[in-house]
């Protein structure tokens, strides 16, 4: 059975996640919030324990996790020594959502953590109840995102237990995640960053300390220079996880871009249309066009004058399609700048690149 334990308030916090730690350190699976989304942790060195989670999520094993630690002391055990870029990223942006792919100390995790690769992704959360629990459980936290395969990452506790409710030893309950959306993945190629996974920290703040940021896709491949297929296919050798259907909804959702006005008018149109077969139709849309779309099962997913708000709200709203029982879904794009990359970047995802041009 899956234990729950509190950790809003302070004088839950120390026991509860004393608790969670032992049960970490015994091998055990536990889901835990991060300031990204929730992750669902097991001590990276413990074979089984790591295999647990591949278990738990239905995750294929070619796909690597990310390590979670809580200090630097930490990171001397899991890599080998690193050069002077990494050292820029991680005094800039740790604790925090960047994770950085570095060389694997031969023997440090277990195998399945790195699927096999001389790499390890590492990353320390800047969130407090994620940092307390790594610290107390003293172990490197293996944690990819606690949802099961497939479905959208879980941005509250209770998307925890609705995918791996009885499938996990427990979930430590610390309220909704703050980005919405995963950490930014990148590695270092010489004096240069590569952006292997767009997220929390964006290009633009890489940009600020590192000479050079590689991007090695734009989520929506510019119409003039870029066939449709570069979204889904170069990132993938290089992270592994990015070749997968991810975050997707169970309806068929298509993502539509172009000028507001004709976006919201293709989407009614579209959305009258399945109606009249007598199919259930979902639309995510921006508040500043939710009035556009009255009498239509609308999720509004943020503000696009504030795209940190859709970025938080993005997964939850895939779910509430699901939980409605949509079986189309169509959602409105937004500009690629800032946080609205990495949303961008979900959104074709979840739209399994289903990209109409209108
Ligand atoms: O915000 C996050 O990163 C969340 C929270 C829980 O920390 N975690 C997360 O983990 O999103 P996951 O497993 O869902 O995604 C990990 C991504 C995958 O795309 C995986 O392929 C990539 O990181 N990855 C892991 N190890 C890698 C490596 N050695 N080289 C390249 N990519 C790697
Ligand atoms: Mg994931």
Same mark, same amino acid.
């Given at each position: ?15 509860? *996640? ?7 350190? +015994? ?9 990204? %989304?929730?992750?669902?942790?097991? +001590? ?8 647990? !989670? ?12 990310? %390590?979670?630690? @809580? ?6 055990? *899991? ?35 790195? @699927? ?46 609705? =995918?791996? =409710?009885?499938?996990?030893?427990? !979930? %430590? ?17 010489? +004096? ?26 734009? #989520? %929506? ?9 570069? #979204?889904?296919? /170069? ?23 172009? =000028?507001?006005? +004709? ?20 639309? *995510? #849309? ?13 999720? /509004? ?14 997964? @939850? ?21 800032? !946080? ?10 979840? #739209? ?7």
């Amino acid at each position: 059975n899956t234990r729950i334990w509190h950790a809003n308030t302070k004088e839950w916090e120390r026991e509860a *996640l004393n608790e969670a730690a032992a049960v970490l350190r +015994d091998g055990g699976t536990v889901a835990f919030p991060t300031e990204t %989304v929730y992750g669902l942790g097991a +001590d990276a060195r413990d074979d089984a324990a790591v295999a647990r !989670i591949f278990e738990a999520k239905g995750r294929p094993s070619d796909n690597p996790l990310i %390590v979670h630690i @809580a200090n630097l002391e930490q990171l001397d055990e *899991l890599v080998l020594p690193y050069g002077e870029a990494a050292q820029r990223l991680m005094a800039r942006f740790w604790p925090g959502p960047l994770t950085i792919v570095l060389p694997v100390k031969p023997g440090a995790v277990s195998q399945r953590v790195t @699927a096999g690769l001389d790499t390890l992704a590492v990353r320390m959360p800047d969130h407090p109840v994620a940092l307390q629990l790594i610290e107390s459980s003293g172990c490197p936290i293996a944690g990819p995102s606690a949802n099961r395969s497939g479905r959208p990452s879980p941005t509250r506790a209770e998307h925890v237990k609705d =995918d791996l =409710d009885g499938r996990i030893d427990g !979930i %430590v309950d610390g309220g909704p995640a703050g980005v919405g959306l995963e950490s930014t993945v990148v590695e270092i190629d010489g +004096d240069a960053v590569r952006i292997l996974r767009p997220g929390g920290i964006t290009a633009g703040a890489l940009r600020e300390i590192t000479g050079r940021v590689i991007h090695d896709v734009e #989520a %929506v491949p510019d119409e003039a220079t870029g066939a449709a297929v570069r #979204a889904g296919t /170069i990132e993938a050798p290089r992270s592994p996880g990015m070749k997968y259907t991810h975050y997707a909804p169970k309806g068929l959702m298509q993502l539509v871009i172009g =000028d507001a006005g +004709d976006v919201t008018a293709y989407i009614k149109e579209q959305a009258a249309a399945a109606r009249s077969r007598g199919e259930r139709a979902g639309i *995510l #849309a921006f508040a500043e066009h939710g009035a556009c779309y009255e009498g239509d099962d609308t999720v /509004i997913v943020g503000s696009l004058s504030q795209l940190e708000t859709a970025a938080q709200g993005l997964y @939850a709203a895939l779910r509430t399609f699901d939980e409605r029982g949509a079986q189309y879904i169509w959602a409105e794009g937004c500009p690629q700048e800032g !946080i609205g990359h990495a949303l961008m970047n979900r959104l074709v995802k979840a #739209a399994g690149h289903r990209i109409v041009r209108v």
